[in-house]
């Protein structure tokens, strides 16, 4: 029941996110930088759920995120279960669940989840639509915000996304 | 075959949400359309968090700038501060000026209502109210201006006193509440006549003279009967405040309120061409 329960909850705390994201982003820098805010979520489901249930979580919150973003239709939804998956396959090493460990997957996902739709984005767009490669400088900068405001979202996440049973890392078992 | 597919489950959800999301995005990606259903109800479900992150980040920053971060807040309320000040004591000296011009402005009208006198403005320079001596004010104008011992004092609101003492640029007044000052007036509404002696402090005279068979009531409002030889007729000297008959003897009493108030005299007219004071001061002789 309460496995269960995660995954609407990550959808509401997608939308929480998204919303304090963008009002937090104006109030700050007018929207000169940016902030994803959703991604430290993604992380906590890798670390902190089941393959199943990670993954349909991460689908939801990337359709969410897909919502948001008002891109072509599955772009983030398919990076968000990539980045999944990379978060357990990242996980499994070292101690991803210290605040340190937290704070650098983060990081990571929101720079890979950037470059990732930075390049996915260069394959399908014609000539000229196309980001260019200097995008990536704001990705850095939004990975290392991201990366720096995982922590406290990480707090709140175990409060709220009560912590069922921590599965393994790793992909398959 | 449902064996396989139990038993690679995790990989078969995974697989299709990978795959399928990345075969929308490639067949879609070329032709982007309207916004979809779920992005406006990303919107409307976002919007209403929005706002209220909105006020409250906002309340927080504006908390943080107002009650913490009140770095040069001190210089700025300092400065503030003097400013404030320096309005205030302009406001002040507006606000005397105007007051100033409200009693000239009376002044004014008081001497122009009364085209049979001639005065002179003067400003009260200096104020001798000693109970042990007499109850006088000091005026900038004397001699030299054309003012004359027993000559008339009086402002807007009536009887001041009379010139007592005079240099050439300076007078001294004797006010209407001193022991010695005594004015000829009459009740004006019964006409009936009397005096009004000061007692020796600024605050209710004494009527004097005043017949016991005389009309006379609390409220009556006295003015100067002209029959003193100093003060012409008509200018208002005070209210009858409590009469007080005997049981037998000629006069009844009552003390007078005082129209002006000589404690807040800052502005006085000499009545110059008013009835020359050849006459017997009243405070000698009794105006009967």
Known sequence: MRVWLRIPLAAVATLVLVAVGASVTRQLAGGAISVALAVPLLVWLGLETGVMEGAIGAAVVGILLDGAAGGPWGLVTFLSVVVFLGVRVAASPFDARSTLGFTILSALATFAMGFGAVLLLRYVAPEGAAPGWGLLGRVLVEALLTGLAAPPIRWVLDRLLVTAQREPAGVLR | ?288
Not at chain 2, 212 to 224: A, C, H, K, N, Y
């Open chain 2, 1 to 288: 075959m449902f064996s396989l597919l139990r038993r690679y489950r995790e990989v078969i959800v995974v697989a299709v949400l990978v795959v399928v999301p990345l075969g929308v995005f490639l067949a879609h990606a070329r032709h982007p359309g309207d916004r979809t259903a779920l992005d406006r109800f990303v919107l409307v479900a976002t919007w209403p968090i929005e706002k209220g992150v909105d006020w409250a980040v906002t309340g927080v920053l504006e908390g943080w700038q107002r009650y913490v971060w009140l770095r040069g807040v001190e210089n700025s309320a300092r400065d503030l501060s003097r400013t404030v000040n320096e309005l205030r004591a302009e406001n002040a000296e507006l606000s005397q000026l105007q007051a100033e011009n409200e009693r000239l402005s009376q002044l004014l009208l008081f001497v122009k209502s009364r085209p049979d006198v001639r005065a002179v403005g003067a400003k009260v320079i200096g104020t001798r109210m000693d109970p042990k001596g007499l109850q006088l004010v000091t005026i900038d104008r004397g001699s030299e201006d054309g003012i004359r011992k027993m000559m008339p004092v009086v402002t807007a609101a009536g009887v001041l006193g009379r010139v007592h003492t005079l240099t050439p640029h300076a007078a001294d007044v004797l006010l209407l509440s001193d022991r010695n000052s005594s004015i000829a007036v009459r009740v004006e509404r019964s006409r009936a006549r009397a005096n009004v002696r000061g007692q020796g402090a600024p605050g209710p005279c004494r009527l004097e003279y005043a017949l016991r068979s005389d009309d006379l009531i609390e409220g009556d409002e006295l003015v100067t009967s002209g029959t003193d030889g100093v003060f012409p007729r008509g200018l208002p000297v005070g209210v009858v405040h409590q009469v007080k008959r005997g049981g037998h003897g000629l006069y009844q009493a009552s003390e007078v309120n005082p129209a002006v108030d000589v404690n807040r005299v800052e502005e006085v007219m000499v009545l110059v061409s008013a009835d020359p004071p050849g006459a017997q001061p009243a405070a000698q002789a009794p105006a009967r």
